[in-house]
Every structure is written in C-alpha cells, then in structure tokens.
T-cell receptor
Framework: GAGVSQSPSNKVTEKGKDVELRCDPI?????LYWYRQRLGQGLEFLIY????????KSGLPSDRFSAERTGESVSTLTIQRTQQEDSAVYLC??????????????FGEGSWLTVV | DQQVKQNSPSLSVQEGRISILNCDYT??????FLWYKKYPAEGPTFLIS?????DKNEDGRFTVFLNKSAKHLSLHIVPSQPGDSAVYFC???????????FGKGTTLSVSS
C-alpha cells in the first residue's frame, strides 16, 4: 500500500497479557516513530528509529514497553503484562530521513488497544 | 514537563470567520514546526509547516505564524469551514534528527 499500515486495527486484551502491534512504514522511509494517544490526551512520543542509528527510546513509559525494527521496514511494538492504563490508540508514523523543511511524517490509522 | 503546549483544549468558530489556534514551546533547540489535523478514528494528517528561519508560511486558507522570541506559533484558518472541525495538533522538532514532540491538541468546532 501507499501509506503507513498498522495491525491489528483493534485489539482487546486481558490485563497481564502481552500484546504486539505491527507497523509497515511507507516504502523508502528510513525514519519510523511510535506515538500513543490515551483518551482525552495528546500524542505521546514513545520511540523513534532512524536508519541504522540507535533508536531514541526516551519516550517509552516503562520497561514493559519495547520496540524493534527490521532494517528499514517493519516495526513491532511489544507491551508486556498489559495494564488498563495502557489502553490507548498506538500510532505509527514514518518519514523520508530526518525531519527538515519540506519534509514531514505520515501517520497510520493506529492500533486501538483496550485492556480489560 | 511539556515542551509543546496548546493551552486551549477547544475552540468554537462560526463558518466564514477566522480560526486562530495557538501553540507555545519551551525548547529553544526546536527549529521546525508543524500542524497536524486529526479526525476521529483516523491518524493525524499533515497540514502545514514552518522552519525557524521564517516567520510566516501560507498555504491556501491556512497560515502559520512563528514568533521565535516568544516561542509561540499560531495557525490561522480563514475562512473557516465546517469541514475544518477536527483536533489540531502542534508539533515541534529539530532538523538535526530528533523525533517530533506534539502538543495535547485543540478541538476546533466550526458551526454553519
């Protein structure tokens, strides 16, 4: 597809279970971002991958959260031992290289996670 | 500590009037600013951007103004249309390659 693709689009999981969320960025985009938006809140930065550089993990809220990226393609965000506070829409975005004038990031439609 | 702040959670405007959405930032290293628009159940979509070397950028009905000394930017929509009703996010970044930091968003409602 031409855009950022995320799966699953919706996930309901029981508290304590692990979940994996997948992101397929736009082909050729070297930068990939994960954000989350909890109900009534803004977009919260989680993690950023840029090419072969070490990822910027400064936004991950706890050690239950981790993400990997295979080369410059698919990324997986894993949440272990989910808690109700993890319920949110998880948004993936990608961009051609680093942000610069005339460049921007493109978002997927998000994965809606509900922890019950 | 919020680096990008949108202090107005909501704004209501009549069709045809101007909408002004405001954003403040604290990190002086930010040199690139963007506005995104988000409809319910969709991902945010890019609207307009501005580099710190400029103080204004215009695209059709949308104009972004940047006041670096005040660390403030604003998005002007004129004339506002009902289809503009959405959540607007301000975002800031550094062209050296950090991730974009977003504000909490402002919900704009344009009534006909």
């Amino acid at each position: 597809g031409a855009g950022v693709s995320q799966s699953p689009s919706n996930k309901v999981t029981e508290k304590g279970k692990d979940v994996e969320l997948r992101c397929d960025p736009i082909s050729g985009h070297t930068a990939l971002y994960w954000y989350r938006q909890r109900l009534g809140q803004g977009l919260e930065f989680l993690i950023y991958f840029q090419g072969n550089s070490a990822p910027d993990k400064s936004g991950l809220p706890s050690d239950r959260f981790s993400a990997e990226r295979t080369g410059e393609s698919v990324s997986t965000l894993t949440i272990q031992r989910t808690q109700q506070e993890d319920s949110a829409v998880y948004l993936c975005a990608s961009s051609i290289g680093q942000i610069s004038s005339g460049n921007t990031i493109y978002f997927g439609e998000g994965s809606w996670l509900t922890v019950v | 500590d919020q680096q990008v702040k949108q202090n107005s959670p909501s704004l209501s405007v009549q069709e045809g009037r101007i909408s002004i959405l405001n954003c403040d930032y604290t990190n002086s290293m930010f040199d690139y600013f963007l506005w995104y628009k988000k409809y319910p159940a969709e991902g945010p979509t890019f609207l307009i951007s501005i580099s710190s070397i400029k103080d204004k950028n215009e695209d059709g009905r949308f104009t972004v103004f940047l006041n670096k000394s005040a660390k403030h930017l604003s998005l002007h929509i004129v004339p506002s249309q009902p289809g503009d009703s959405a959540v607007y996010f301000c975002a800031a970044g550094n062209q050296a390659g950090t991730a974009l930091i977003f504000g909490k968003g402002t919900t704009l409602s344009v009534s006909s």
